[in-house]
């Protein structure tokens, strides 16, 4: 079984930081790539930034210059460094990371989210 808890999440003035953390655990091979999700009430699930285990990154264009998605893979956990944050940024954040639990299998997890809310 494998866990991802986030932390981090809270509130925040528009133009405010924050800075979400994820954590991976459990019978883990190897964490490939490694994702941060958000999903505002009555919204789609959204993609907001994505990195590989080689450091390669993108980004929503929303958050693009303002958001950046580290990882450490000795640690097995991805950061999110959320800066300028704006009211539309509210939402439930999720990690989300594809895991190698084997030598032949990946699955992908998600862990259970942290709500981010910026003031208007």
């Known amino acids: 079984q494998v866990h991802l808890v986030e932390s981090g999440g809270g509130l925040a003035q528009p133009g405010g930081a924050l800075r979400l953390s994820c954590a991976a655990s459990g019978d883990i091979y190897r964490v490939n790539d490694m994702s941060w999700y958000r999903q505002a009430p009555g919204k789609e699930r959204e993609l907001v930034a994505h990195?590989?285990?080689?450091?390669?990154?993108n980004y929503a264009d929303p958050v693009k210059g303002r958001f950046t998605i580290s990882r450490d893979n000795a640690k097995n956990t991805v950061d999110l460094k959320m800066n300028t944050l704006k009211p539309e940024d509210t939402a439930v954040y999720y990690c989300?990371?594809?895991?190698?639990?084997?030598?032949?299998?990946?699955?992908?997890?998600w862990g259970q989210g942290t709500q981010v809310t910026v003031f208007s």
């Open positions: 990195i590989t285990r080689g450091g390669d990154t």
């Open positions: 989300a990371a594809d895991v190698q639990v084997g030598r032949n299998y990946e699955y992908n997890y």
